[in-house]
């Protein structure tokens, strides 16, 4: 079983300050890593992929990528409160049709 | 915006009951997924579909689950009999795939909640 790992959280911040979110991923092999965002009794919502190692920005949103240390990570700047939501990191299995999830990280940006 | 569309919103039944989950994927999408997450749980893949047939399915997606693309635009699951632990939230997803399938972003809809009592 492929495995994707993200701390739980909670990860409190204050607004405006950058929330960092971090991933780690077990096949050595994956190409495709996604970012999702899912507010509590609600569906996945997409934020960012990336397939390249390095950063990719996307408005506040910053993805990075460092396939030889498995690890890929989301940077929030200008954190705000409707940004507190869970963070899930995906990655394709090998097979390329099942997306992989972590558990998530829990996110609160307090006032 | 297009978007993934599932009916119900909430789905109660009987353990032994047969349910069938429904979902309208993205109209020029090509891949169809099923995923579950249970209470306080990771996402869970079960099933993804393309040109009417399975192309992988999780062990959690054993002979009591089927899917099937009935028309060109409903994608269903159906759970043959249920169990208590088939208490879940259901969301169904698609994807364009024009290149390859393991690129693809993977659009999700809004869910089932399915309780069994």
């Known amino acids: 079983q492929k495995e994707v790992e993200q701390n739980s959280g909670p990860l409190s911040v204050p607004e405006g300050a950058i929330a960092s979110l971090n991933c780690t991923y077990s096949d050595r092999v994956s190409q495709s890593f996604f970012w999702y965002r899912q507010y509590s009794g609600k569906s996945p919502e997409l934020i960012m992929s990336i397939y390249s190692n390095g950063d990719k920005e996307d408005g506040r949103f910053t993805a990075q990528l460092n396939k030889a240390s498995q690890y890929v990570s989301l940077l929030i700047r200008d954190s705000q409160p409707s940004d507190s939501a869970t963070y899930l990191c995906a990655v394709y299995s090998n097979s390329g049709y099942a997306l992989n999830f972590g558990k998530g990280t829990s996110l609160l940006v307090t006032p | 915006e297009p978007e993934v569309t599932q009916t119900p919103s909430h789905q109660v039944t009987q353990m032994g009951q047969e349910v069938i989950l429904r979902c309208v994927p993205i109209s020029n999408h090509l891949y169809f997924y099923w995923y579950r997450q249970i209470l306080g749980q990771k996402v869970e893949f079960l099933v993804s579909f393309y040109n009417n047939e399975i192309s992988e399915k999780s062990e959690i997606f054993d002979d009591q689950f089927s899917v099937e693309r009935p028309d060109g635009s409903n994608f269903t699951l159906k759970i043959r009999s249920t169990k208590l632990e088939d208490s879940a939230m259901y969301f169904c997803?698609?994807?364009?795939?024009?290149?390859?399938?393991?690129?693809?972003?993977?659009?999700f809809g809004p869910g089932t909640r399915l309780t069994v009592l």
């Open positions: 997803a698609s994807s364009d795939s024009g290149e390859g399938a393991s690129t693809d972003t993977q659009y």
